[in-house]
């Protein structure tokens, strides 16, 4: 398996546009996470799904956000409008049920909205 | 809600040095989990640990669990500039039977490395 693959690896956009990033997940892997990650707040956890189905949302930051996993190979996060307070670097990680097992990180996607 | 504090924040040492990194999680520890990351990169799973008590090493750096202290410990020995990077502990929130749950992370311990 390639890992967890994500795209685009940097995105610059402006301010008020729609923003998509996407990601795949490790095949057999049920759980998926997003997280953001700013020098000033570390690695937050934005949403994360459970077979597809999001189980906990709290760390979206605002209505502007939303994620989406229409199957267990794909997920995409979505912001709409964009501001430049959402520039960071927002990490996919995908793991396997159980404890023992750990989180496999993509590469990131490197957000700058200007 | 469960919150992971790391420190120190940032730590430079000189190469042949040993150095810990401590994280202190603010509720009880299911499983803690050590990453290491590249700046601008993804993270990289390190080891995790499971048990109150465990420890585990691989190559020169050792972790511990110390779950009555809510706390765990990152060492490594003879530091390398192959060492420096980012360094930050994760940890599922809740102990669904054996589902990992929600993970969250630390701040990360930035280590510098000096030749």
């Known amino acids: 398996d390639a890992g967890v693959i994500q795209s685009p690896r940097h995105e610059v956009t402006e301010m008020g546009q729609e923003v998509t990033l996407r990601c795949k997940p490790i095949?057999?892997?049920?759980?998926l996470f997003w997280y953001r990650q700013t020098m000033m707040r570390g690695l937050e956890l934005l949403i994360y799904?459970?077979?597809?189905?999001?189980?906990?949302d709290s760390g979206m930051p605002e209505d502007r956000f939303s994620a989406k996993m229409p199957n267990a190979s794909f997920s995409t996060l979505k912001i709409q409008p964009s501001e430049p307070r959402d520039s960071a670097v927002y990490f996919c990680?995908?793991?396997?049920?159980?404890?023992?097992?750990?989180?496999?990180f993509g590469q990131g996607t490197r957000l700058t909205v200007v | 809600s469960q919150e992971l504090e790391q420190s120190p924040q940032s730590l430079i040492v000189q190469e042949g040095k040993n150095l810990t990194i401590n994280c202190t999680s603010s509720k009880t520890l299911y499983g803690l989990y050590w990453y290491k990351q590249k700046y601008g990169e993804g993270l990289i799973f390190l080891m995790m640990?499971?048990?109150?008590?465990e420890e585990k090493s691989h190559e020169k750096i050792t972790a511990k669990l110390d779950e009555k202290k809510q706390q765990s410990s990152l060492h490594i020995t003879a530091s390398q500039p192959s060492h420096a990077g980012i360094y930050l502990c994760g940890a599922p929130t809740e102990n669904y039977g054996g589902s990992q749950g929600n993970l969250i992370f630390g701040k990360g311990t930035k280590l510098s490395v000096k030749p």
């Open positions: 799904f459970n077979n597809n189905v999001p189980i906990d």
């Open positions: 990680a995908s793991t396997a049920i159980g404890l023992g097992t750990e989180a496999f």
């Open positions: 095949s057999g892997h049920d759980y």
């Open positions: 640990l499971q048990k109150g008590g």
